[in-house]
C-alpha cells in the first residue's frame, strides 16, 4: 500500500511532518505499508511554510499504470496569510489541483490537512461534500459550495479532510484505524504522547 504526503512550496511543516511520522510508526508494523513525501516535479528542493527546507525524491503517483498512490495526504499553508507560495499559488498554478482530480478518478483516497482542504475543493471533488478545514478558512470552504461539518476529521469515505494544522495528527491516526486497526491507532497514541480530541465524524 503506498502512502504519499504532498509536499509544495509553501507547505505548513506540521501538516506533512506529523502524518509522515504516525504512518511511518505504522509502517514498522504493517510491511506492506511504504509511506514517502511526493512533489510534482521531484527530486527537488521545496520550501516550506516556515523555511524548512526538504529535498524531496518522490514524484507524486500517476494517475494510472504503476505507482498510483492509495492514499494521498495534502497540507495546507500560506492560505490565511495570503502568502506568495502556497496552497493558493498551487490552485491559481493549476497543475496540483488537477492531478489531485486524476488521481480521485482513478480510485486513490484524496485526504488532507488544514487548509489543503482548498485544494481539494478546487479540483472540483467537494462540490455538495461534507468537508472541513482550519476554522479561519471555513468561510472560504462554505463559499466553494461545501458542506462545512464541525469536526476534527471528516471522513466521506473517498475523500477523508481534517481540521486546522494539528489535526493532521487525528487524520493519520485515524486512517490507521481504517486501513489496519483500532489498536494500532491506540498503540501509536500512547507512543505519541498523544490522545486523539474525538471519533471522526463519518458519512
Request: hydrophobic share 50%.
Amino acid at each position: 500500500m503506498l502512502w504519499q504526503i504532498l509536499a509544495f512550496d509553501g507547505f505548513d511543516e506540521l501538516d506533512v511532518v506529523a502524518p509522515f511520522e504516525v504512518l511511518r510508526m505504522a509502517a514498522t508494523r504493517k510491511p506492506g505499508w511504504q509511506v514517502e513525501i511526493a512533489a510534482l516535479g521531484a527530486p527537488r528542493e521545496v520550501i516550506a511554510n516556515h523555511g524548512l527546507r526538504i529535498h524531496v525524491a518522490a514524484r507524486l503517483g500517476p494517475a494510472a499504470g504503476p505507482g498510483r498512490p492509495d492514499v494521498v495526504i495534502v497540507p495546507g499553508g500560506g492560505w490565511i496569510s495570503r502568502k506568495p507560495t502556497g496552497a493558493r499559488a498551487e490552485i491559481t498554478r493549476g497543475d496540483l489541483p488537477a492531478a489531485l482530480a486524476q488521481l480521485h478518478a482513478a480510485g486513490t483516497l484524496v485526504t488532507s490537512v488544514c487548509t489543503g482542504a482548498m485544494l481539494l475543493a478546487a479540483a472540483g471533488l467537494l462540490k455538495d461534500r461534507p468537508a472541513v478545514t482550519h476554522h479561519d478558512a471555513l468561510e472560504d470552504l462554505r463559499a466553494a459550495g461545501v458542506q462545512v461539518i464541525p469536526a476534527r476529521v471528516v471522513d466521506a469515505g473517498d475523500l477523508v479532510t481534517a481540521g486546522g494544522i494539528t489535526s493532521g495528527l487525528d487524520l493519520a491516526l485515524h486512517l490507521v484505524e481504517r486501513f489496519a486497526d483500532a489498536a494500532l491507532a491506540r498503540e501509536l497514541e500512547h507512543a505519541l504522547e498523544y490522545e486523539g480530541r474525538e471519533e471522526a465524524w463519518r458519512a
